[in-house]
């Protein structure tokens, strides 16, 4: 992490070396980056500092100071230099990103605007900005302003055609079968998770929950892959990391952060194999014709498909088309047809009966798959 006096200069290249895994790099994030291979990673997390710019302390009520972040790591003298260390970083994190990477970058509303249009002009491209809104954030002691009460996370890929991973049904999955959306509602970290010091205190102001690193791996990265985070702090992204069964590296050059992450790390038991499982994404899965499972006899020419209601039927061509007078052509034509919509999933809207029940194609689908 920086230092107020930090200039901006030149670097000499940096020796590269073989992909440090599961281990915690000491030093400048930018320098150590410089010394990894380049498209070696497969995700990169970064919690850079947030440059909170406070002036003076933040009191309680009754007297008391706020525990708030005002270490020398997050100090700058100022914008431009804060805007300079974040093209230096950004610059070997695109670097070392793989072409179908992506990063993501958390802050709040005093540094996540600059980092966004810095991460623009190094041609990354915003997938998404997910709103993490705090379940239990501090509150605004002075009563001069709203509680802040949320940060935001923007995740990029290194182009608008990078084919990244995205598990989107696992996701779905872990949100009681709805679609995740962009808003996350999670608690800040405390109690037990929360690291101390030897004196008992907070080991780092802006540590991040295991839920919310847990959500951002399991959404964008698979069981082995390699993920990067140049801010590692008291290392949630690695305890996460090796509780999913992904690789990881970190950053960091304050040795009481290192102390604290090396045995946090080191008590992180790993899942069992079979729990990292999670439900298959389709986009992955081998493309499947409907005409496949009329070729294959699980749907003979000559079937009756019907909607899960009955309310339509068609019969099964020899092409693989379906025959609804007036209506002829795909399992997805002649099913938007029928509901007057503009389009429509055929795998899910036609069924067929099988020992007296009906059964979606969608399931016919996942049986030839499985037959592979």
């Known amino acids: 992490m920086p230092g107020t006096d930090r200039a901006r200069r030149p670097r000499a290249a940096a020796p590269r070396r073989e992909l440090p895994l599961d281990s915690i790099l000491v030093g400048d994030c930018v320098a150590q980056m410089a010394r990894l291979p380049e498209k070696s990673v497969d995700m990169i997390f970064a919690d850079p500092p947030y440059n909170l710019q406070l002036g003076g302390d933040l009191l309680r009520p009754e007297g008391g100071k706020v525990d708030a972040c005002d270490d020398e790591w997050d100090k700058f003298d100022s914008l431009g ?34 980092v966004g249009a810095l991460l623009q002009d190094a041609d990354f491209w915003i997938l998404n900005d997910i709103v993490w809104r705090k379940s239990n954030p501090m509150p605004n002691f002075r009563g001069t302003r709203f509680t802040n009460a949320h940060e935001t996370l923007l995740w990029c890929a290194k182009d608008g055609k990078a084919r990244y991973t995205f598990n989107y049904r696992a ?42 690193l847990y959500r951002v791996l399991l959404a964008s ?47 992180t038991l790993p899942l069992d194999e079979s729990a990292m499982e999670t439900v298959a994404d389709k986009r992955s899965q081998p493309r499947v014709a409907f005409g496949l499972l009329v070729e294959s006899g699980l749907v003979p020419p000559g079937s009756v498909l019907t909607d899960s209601k009955r309310r339509w039927s068609a019969s099964v061509r020899a092409d693989g088309s379906l025959a609804c007078d007036p209506h002829a052509g795909s399992i997805h034509k002649v099913g938007a047809a029928l509901q007057g919509a503009p389009s429509c999933n055929g795998w899910t809207f036609w069924h067929i009966e099988e020992a007296g029940a009906l059964l979606p194609i969608d399931a016919l689908r996942t049986r030839h798959l499985s037959g592979l």
């Open 221 to 267: 990265t698979k069981p082995g892959d390699v993920v990067l985070d140049p801010f590692f702090g008291t290392g949630t992204t690695g305890a996460v990391a090796r509780r999913l069964g992904r690789r990881w590296i970190g950053i960091e050059r304050e040795h009481a952060y290192i102390e604290v992450a090396t045995a946090r790390i080191e008590a």
């Open 81 to 114: 230099a804060y805007d300079d260390f974040t093209r230096d970083w950004l610059a070997e994190a695109r670097r070392i990103l793989k072409d179908d990477g992506t990063i993501w970058v958390i802050g709040s509303y005093h540094n996540i605007y600059r």
């Open 171 to 212: 996701m779905k999955a872990l949100n009681d079968d709805l679609q995740m959306r962009s808003d996350w509602l999670l608690p800040i970290c405390a109690g037990g998770e929360r690291c101390k010091d030897g004196s008992g205190d907070k080991a780092h102001p802006t540590q991040k929950p295991e839920a919310l």
